[in-house]
């Protein structure tokens, strides 16, 4: 073997019998595209495959060389491996293989489903290290003609890739076979490259995977694979680097082309990097860049490939028609398991129409172009750009769009001075054209850029996206008006009774709880009315100082302020409600008994009916599927969870299994369980204890969960890596004790332990989601990197705060912190300034009903970590001096989103914009602010507020000066003398029956001690 290539991921039954290597053959892609192969050869076997009835397919030998060829595509694509040194034989009613044991006994699997599928017979060809073939060979030439002869076809035709010369002893002999058996012979190149051009869903993910990487590479790394410059340009894709070094100076042009391979399937990226660009490469550039547009815009399902071509060449002779003879003379081919599939290429004669499906490398370029410099090696140059690219359904997807070839991300100016000295005629001639604006404009003597000049060009390029991508969301009707909160819960109807003869026989006339109906019987005019608990809001007791307990039971009544209209009050319109109702007792006991059986029912009626309502808006998941006997589950034991299951009994810790579709965590007992589905999960991050106690795994969900009795979108699994100890000695111990040091050393082991058993998870369970049927879900643990976290309080407590690829996470403080990157809008950093050792961040969604999400105090060293993190995930951050109110921000937005569109989008948060504008006029000093005409209310604070963006602390801090030089120069013996000047005022102002009453409260609470007084009794009623 070759290579070991696995194509379609761990299959289910694919290993040969008695076969002691590591190779399978998956049985269900081979059935698939066996039957789609043959399926092809019968549709079009004039047209496409040279009218063959045989086809007869050699692989040449293992070599060291890259080398994109056929046949070893066709074993890729049918096997899943290539097999060197293979001879495979396709008839009607036969598949022949001559290949060695080794190859045969991993071939043994397929017999049944070729036999299933097509209805084939498989006939194995063994041949020794020792032979030579030549029998095998024969026998398989017999076969052909009898075959034929049985299809009544006295001269059958042997279809083989004719451009593929034969390498090695045992083609060469073959191939002088078929020369002298006086069999017909036919070229079948182009049936196999229609039938390679359609790509399936698991060869789309490979080529995704393969344009991913080079994309990431082009993007972060810029590591050519294959670099021009200096005049000496080859824009053809078989092309490779020379030994030359790279050249650059001003009006250079230096070409980047990188291409990977993943799973055999292969992509391709080309960038132009411009090195203090002319006018001339500049317009160059321009209109390349604009005719590739347009060619990758052509590629839609139905129509023609030369369409792609000409329009490309359309942009050319219309922007730039002295540069169509520079044009090269296709725009690229088709691109899979060959890097450069015929039949596919991407020219003006080609008239094949395009499907779903199909994969291009759209490659196109300007050659050998000229531009008057100083420099004889700057003064001929090409352009080049090329990106792969899949027809889909909808028209085409750009798989290696990540990598920028936008002008300002490839232009770099070095020195502009010099350049306008050198040409002068140049700019003459350009007709008023200005410079390319370049990414990297120099602006110290050194010649090195600072990072906040590129933040800031970034961050300039994403508002305008960010203000277009919101203008059109917003025209769409993509964010409703809201405020985010939710209505009120509607009850069901609460019923104790259903009728009168239900209710228990009265013992004597006192207050009851009748625990199995959840009611409530009080005596009222010597009748025992039920109510149910559900209906009870308070209830409370006291004793006065004549040892007379009471009772008091306020119940919930609609329409009063916290008790808004349910179903229940709509209902019954017509209704009476009883509010409050108290009653006296001279036995404290009782009392105090039914206060206690009241609360306890109420607390268990409440959970009840609030984890019912939690349930009722769950969205129905589909039922875990249990691996089997052959696939034994990933198991992980001793864990613990979060949230934890309700109840008072002692906490287990329990097992996570991955099963078939999801996951299953379970302890001892039977109650408590979870199952996580895998289409139900939305992120999953796996954090290892560094500076951390725990090592976890956290799942963020799409949908609510119930875990326990708990209602929760996140799902976390852990371990404790570290035991608590408390010391008693109590005093400092040595830094050499041998103890200490032993003991560190055993928590260093356990703690690695527990990482390496949770990596070990992690990565089974990526393989297993790395198969075809969950690739669409795209998931994968994913590492929080702790080298970008930084401190900060997003709810309640401090917390370090970490981003990942696709998130912002805080796992280890409850309640958990997950933000997916793709969802935020904005973010805005709030209370930056000089002097301030803190700032605050303000997250805005694009969901603008959410509520904005703060976190507050971070760090002002952490300012330009996380600036340098944001610019880099392509979020849009803006900067304030003051903290925002965003409720009536975003309410104004909504309401009136022409106006905010109109008033330049997000660009009123930009306090350099403001700031320059304000120089120029008063007017511009405004910026956009949310509109106020929303009506003042007195009850409503937030609507009060609105009319300001910012809540000012500048007025609270006035009145606060104010107030204390108002007390400034008072001594203490001033205060005192001031306080019993006022105290005297009011006893000589006090009548003697106040003082009387003053005398008789304060006698009376020296006697009653701690139990309540009669006022409060009084107040009671």
């Given at each position: 073997?070759?290579?070991?290539?696995?194509?379609?991921?761990?299959?289910?039954?694919?290993?040969?019998?008695?076969?002691?290597?590591?190779?399978?053959?998956?049985?269900?892609?081979?059935?698939?595209?066996?039957?789609?192969?043959?399926?092809?050869?019968?549709?079009?076997?004039?047209?496409?495959?040279?009218?063959?009835?045989?086809?007869?397919?050699?692989?040449?030998?293992?070599?060291?060389?890259?080398?994109?060829?056929?046949?070893?595509?066709?074993?890729?694509?049918?096997?899943?491996?290539?097999?060197?040194?293979?001879?495979?034989?396709?008839?009607?009613?036969?598949?022949?293989?001559?290949?060695?044991?080794?190859?045969?006994?991993?071939?043994?699997?397929?017999?049944?489903?070729?036999?299933?599928?097509?209805?084939?017979?498989?006939?194995?060809?063994?041949?020794?290290?020792?032979?030579?073939?030549?029998?095998?060979?024969?026998?398989?030439?017999?076969?052909?003609?009898?075959?034929?002869?049985?299809?009544?076809?006295?001269?059958?035709?042997?279809?083989?890739?004719?451009?593929?010369?034969?390498?090695?002893?045992?083609?060469?002999?073959?191939?002088?076979?078929?020369?002298?058996?006086?069999?017909?012979?036919?070229?079948?190149?182009?049936?196999?490259?229609?039938?390679?051009?359609?790509?399936?869903?698991?060869?789309?993910?490979?080529?995704?995977?393969?344009?991913?990487?080079?994309?990431?590479?082009?993007?972060?790394?810029?590591?050519?694979?294959?670099?021009?410059?200096?005049?000496?340009?080859?824009?053809?894709?078989?092309?490779?680097?020379?030994?030359?070094?790279?050249?650059?100076?001003?009006?250079?042009?230096?070409?980047?082309?990188?291409?990977?391979?993943?799973?055999?399937?292969?992509?391709?990226?080309?960038?132009?990097?411009?090195?203090?660009?002319?006018?001339?490469?500049?317009?160059?550039?321009?209109?390349?860049?604009?005719?590739?547009?347009?060619?990758?815009?052509?590629?839609?399902?139905?129509?023609?490939?030369?369409?792609?071509?000409?329009?490309?060449?359309?942009?050319?002779?219309?922007?730039?028609?002295?540069?169509?003879?520079?044009?090269?003379?296709?725009?690229?081919?088709?691109?899979?398991?060959?890097?450069?599939?015929?039949?596919?290429?991407?020219?003006?004669?080609?008239?094949?129409?395009?499907?779903?499906?199909?994969?291009?490398?759209?490659?196109?370029?300007?050659?050998?172009?000229?531009?008057?410099?100083?420099?004889?090696?700057?003064?001929?140059?090409?352009?080049?750009?090329?990106?792969?690219?899949?027809?889909?359904?909808?028209?085409?997807?750009?798989?290696?769009?990540?990598?920028?070839?936008?002008?300002?991300?490839?232009?770099?100016?070095?020195?502009?001075?010099?350049?306008?000295?050198?040409?002068?005629?140049?700019?003459?001639?350009?007709?008023?054209?200005?410079?390319?604006?370049?990414?990297?404009?120099?602006?110290?003597?050194?010649?090195?850029?600072?990072?906040?000049?590129?933040?800031?060009?970034?961050?300039?390029?994403?508002?305008?996206?960010?203000?277009?991508?919101?203008?059109?969301?917003?025209?769409?009707?993509?964010?409703?008006?809201?405020?985010?909160?939710?209505?009120?819960?509607?009850?069901?109807?609460?019923?104790?009774?259903?009728?009168?003869?239900?209710?228990?026989?009265?013992?004597?006339?006192?207050?009851?709880?009748?625990?199995?109906?959840?009611?409530?019987?009080?005596?009222?005019?010597?009748?025992?009315?039920?109510?149910?608990?559900?209906?009870?809001?308070?209830?409370?007791?006291?004793?006065?100082?004549?040892?007379?307990?009471?009772?008091?039971?306020?119940?919930?009544?609609?329409?009063?302020?916290?008790?808004?209209?349910?179903?229940?009050?709509?209902?019954?319109?017509?209704?009476?409600?009883?509010?409050?109702?108290?009653?006296?007792?001279?036995?404290?006991?009782?009392?105090?008994?039914?206060?206690?059986?009241?609360?306890?029912?109420?607390?268990?009626?409440?959970?009840?009916?609030?984890?019912?309502?939690?349930?009722?808006?769950?969205?129905?998941?589909?039922?875990?599927?249990?691996?089997?006997?052959?696939?034994?589950?990933?198991?992980?034991?001793?864990?613990?969870?979060?949230?934890?299951?309700?109840?008072?009994?002692?906490?287990?810790?329990?097992?996570?299994?991955?099963?078939?579709?999801?996951?299953?965590?379970?302890?001892?007992?039977?109650?408590?369980?979870?199952?996580?589905?895998?289409?139900?999960?939305?992120?999953?991050?796996?954090?290892?204890?560094?500076?951390?106690?725990?090592?976890?795994?956290?799942?963020?969900?799409?949908?609510?969960?119930?875990?326990?009795?708990?209602?929760?979108?996140?799902?976390?699994?852990?371990?404790?890596?570290?035991?608590?100890?408390?010391?008693?000695?109590?005093?400092?111990?040595?830094?050499?004790?041998?103890?200490?040091?032993?003991?560190?050393?055993?928590?260093?082991?356990?703690?690695?332990?527990?990482?390496?058993?949770?990596?070990?998870?992690?990565?089974?369970?990526?393989?297993l989601w790395g198969q075809p049927q969950f690739r669409g879900l795209d998931l994968e643990f994913d590492p929080p990197l702790r080298e970008l976290g930084f401190h900060g309080v997003p709810f309640?407590?401090?917390?370090?705060?970490?981003?990942?690829?696709?998130?912002?996470?805080?796992?280890?403080?409850?309640?958990?912190?997950?933000?997916?990157?793709?969802?935020?809008?904005?973010?805005?950093?709030?209370?930056?300034?000089?002097?301030?050792?803190?700032?605050?961040?303000?997250?805005?969604?694009?969901?603008?009903?959410?509520?904005?999400?703060?976190?507050?105090?971070?760090?002002?060293?952490?300012?330009?970590?996380?600036?340098?993190?944001?610019?880099?995930?392509?979020?849009?951050?803006?900067?304030?001096?003051?903290?925002?109110?965003?409720?009536?921000?975003?309410?104004?937005?909504?309401?009136?989103?022409?106006?905010?569109?109109?008033?330049?989008?997000?660009?009123?948060?930009?306090?350099?914009?403001?700031?320059?504008?304000?120089?120029?006029?008063?007017?511009?000093?405004?910026?956009?602010?949310?509109?106020?005409?929303?009506?003042?209310?007195?009850?409503?604070?937030?609507?009060?507020?609105?009319?300001?963006?910012?809540?000012?602390?500048?007025?609270?801090?006035?009145?606060?000066?104010?107030?204390?030089?108002?007390?400034?120069?008072?001594?203490?013996?001033?205060?005192?003398?001031?306080?019993?000047?006022?105290?005297?005022?009011?006893?000589?102002?006090?009548?003697?029956?106040?003082?009387?009453?003053?005398?008789?409260?304060?006698?009376?609470?020296?006697?009653?001690?701690?139990?309540?007084?009669?006022?409060?009794?009084?107040?009671?009623?």
């Amino acid at each position: 073997m070759a290579e070991n290539r696995k194509v379609y991921g761990p299959p289910a039954n694919g290993r040969a019998p008695g076969a002691g290597n590591a190779y399978t053959i998956n049985l269900e892609g081979f059935s698939r595209r066996l039957k789609a192969m043959y399926s092809h050869w019968h549709d079009h076997k004039s047209e496409l495959w040279g009218s063959s009835s045989v086809l007869a397919v050699a692989t040449p030998p293992a070599s060291e060389d890259l080398r994109y060829l056929k046949s070893s595509a066709l074993n890729i694509w049918l096997l899943g491996y290539e097999f060197p040194d293979t001879i495979m034989l396709f008839m009607d009613k036969q598949i022949h293989f001559l290949c060695s044991q080794k190859k045969a006994s991993l071939l043994e699997a397929v017999k049944r489903s070729a036999k299933e599928s097509v209805g084939v017979e498989v006939v194995m060809h063994v041949k020794a290290k020792s032979d030579d073939g030549t029998a095998q060979m024969d026998a398989m030439l017999r076969a052909i003609r009898t075959q034929s002869k049985l299809d009544g076809h006295d001269d059958p035709i042997v279809g083989y890739i004719a451009r593929e010369a034969p390498e090695g002893n045992l083609l060469e002999r073959w191939a002088e076979k078929l020369k002298n058996s006086n069999l017909q012979l036919g070229d079948v190149t182009n049936g196999f490259s229609d039938l390679f051009a359609v790509k399936d869903i698991n060869e789309l993910t490979n080529v995704k995977k393969a344009a991913y990487l080079i994309a990431s590479v082009m993007k972060n790394f810029v590591v050519p694979k294959l670099e021009k410059s200096g005049g000496n340009f080859d824009l053809r894709p078989s092309a490779s680097s020379d030994d030359e070094h790279l050249y650059y100076d001003s009006a250079s042009a230096i070409i980047c082309a990188i291409g990977s391979r993943y799973n055999s399937y292969c992509s391709n990226v080309a960038r132009t990097y411009l090195i203090d660009s002319t006018p001339r490469q500049g317009k160059a550039y321009e209109v390349l860049l604009k005719a590739h547009e347009a060619a990758i815009g052509a590629l839609n399902p139905g129509n023609k490939i030369s369409a792609v071509y000409q329009a490309a060449l359309s942009v050319v002779e219309r922007d730039a028609p002295d540069l169509v003879a520079n044009l090269t003379k296709s725009a690229g081919t088709g691109i899979g398991l060959e890097f450069r599939e015929s039949g596919l290429a991407l020219n003006a004669k080609n008239d094949r129409v395009l499907k779903s499906g199909m994969v291009f490398n759209v490659t196109l370029g300007f050659q050998n172009l000229q531009t008057p410099t100083k420099n004889l090696k700057s003064q001929n140059f090409s352009l080049l750009l090329a990106d792969t690219v899949i027809v889909n359904e909808k028209g085409h997807e750009v798989v290696t769009m990540l990598s920028s070839k936008a002008v300002k991300d490839v232009a770099y100016s070095f020195n502009d001075d010099e350049e306008e000295e050198v040409l002068p005629k140049v700019k003459a001639e350009s007709n008023g054209t200005e410079n390319l604006f370049s990414k990297a404009t120099l602006r110290s003597d050194n010649q090195e850029i600072s990072k906040e000049e590129l933040r800031r060009q970034h961050q300039a390029e994403l508002a305008r996206q960010k203000n277009e991508e919101t203008a059109r969301r917003l025209a769409g009707g993509g964010s409703a008006t809201g405020d985010n909160r939710t209505a009120a819960k509607t009850s069901s109807d609460l019923i104790a009774y259903r009728n009168a003869n239900d209710l228990p026989p009265p013992r004597e006339m006192m207050i009851q709880v009748d625990q199995k109906n959840e009611a409530i019987l009080l005596p009222i005019y010597g009748s025992m009315v039920p109510f149910h608990v559900a209906t009870v809001k308070t209830v409370s007791s006291q004793q006065d100082t004549n040892r007379n307990c009471y009772i008091r039971i306020i119940f919930n009544v609609p329409g009063t302020p916290f008790n808004p209209h349910d179903a229940n009050s709509l209902k019954h319109q017509g209704a009476i409600y009883l509010k409050e109702v108290s009653f006296r007792s001279k036995d404290p006991r009782h009392i105090s008994e039914v206060v206690q059986q009241i609360k306890t029912l109420r607390r268990n009626v409440v959970a009840r009916e609030s984890e019912r309502a939690e349930r009722a808006t769950l969205v129905t998941q589909e039922k875990l599927v249990l691996a089997g006997n052959k696939f034994k589950p990933i198991r992980l034991a001793d864990l613990w969870i979060r949230p934890v299951f309700g109840g008072r009994a002692r906490k287990l810790t329990g097992t996570l299994e991955a099963h078939t579709n999801g996951f299953r965590y379970s302890t001892s007992r039977q109650d408590e369980r979870v199952d996580v589905m895998y289409a139900n999960i939305k992120h999953a991050f796996f954090q290892p204890a560094e500076k951390e106690m725990i090592t976890l795994l956290h799942l963020h969900l799409h949908n609510h969960i119930m875990v326990g009795n708990k209602k929760t979108k996140d799902v976390q699994f852990y371990v404790e890596v570290m035991d608590v100890v408390q010391t008693l000695g109590g005093g400092k111990r040595s830094a050499y004790d041998p103890d200490e040091i032993e003991e560190e050393q055993r928590e260093r082991d356990r703690k690695n332990k527990i990482n390496m058993s949770f990596q070990n998870f992690v990565n089974r369970v990526n393989d297993l989601w790395g198969q075809p049927q969950f690739r669409g879900l795209d998931l994968e643990f994913d590492p929080p990197l702790r080298e970008l976290g930084f401190h900060g309080v997003p709810f309640k407590a401090s917390a370090f705060i970490v981003p990942t690829s696709s998130c912002l996470v805080e796992l280890i403080e409850t309640p958990f912190l997950v933000v997916t990157l793709s969802e935020i809008e904005i973010v805005n950093l709030e209370r930056v300034g000089l002097g301030q050792k803190n700032f605050d961040m303000a997250i805005v969604f694009k969901d603008f009903k959410r509520d904005v999400l703060r976190i507050d105090s971070i760090p002002s060293t952490s300012l330009d970590g996380i600036k340098e993190w944001l610019d880099t995930t392509d979020l849009k951050y803006y900067e304030s001096r003051l903290n925002l109110n965003w409720r009536p921000i975003l309410k104004t937005i909504t309401d009136d989103p022409q106006r905010f569109v109109d008033d330049g989008g997000w660009e009123f948060l930009n306090l350099e914009a403001s700031d320059s504008d304000s120089d120029n006029s008063v007017e511009s000093d405004q910026g956009y602010e949310p509109s106020d005409a929303e009506p003042e209310s007195d009850s409503d604070d937030e609507d009060s507020g609105s009319a300001s963006l910012v809540e000012s602390e500048d007025e609270e801090s006035e009145e606060s000066e104010e107030e204390s030089e108002e007390e400034k120069g008072k001594t203490w013996e001033e205060l005192e003398r001031e306080a019993s000047n006022a105290d005297r005022e009011r006893d000589e102002s006090d009548s003697e029956e106040e003082k009387r009453r003053r005398k008789t409260k304060a006698f009376g609470k020296s006697r009653a001690g701690p139990i309540s007084t009669a006022p409060k009794r009084a107040r009671m009623r």
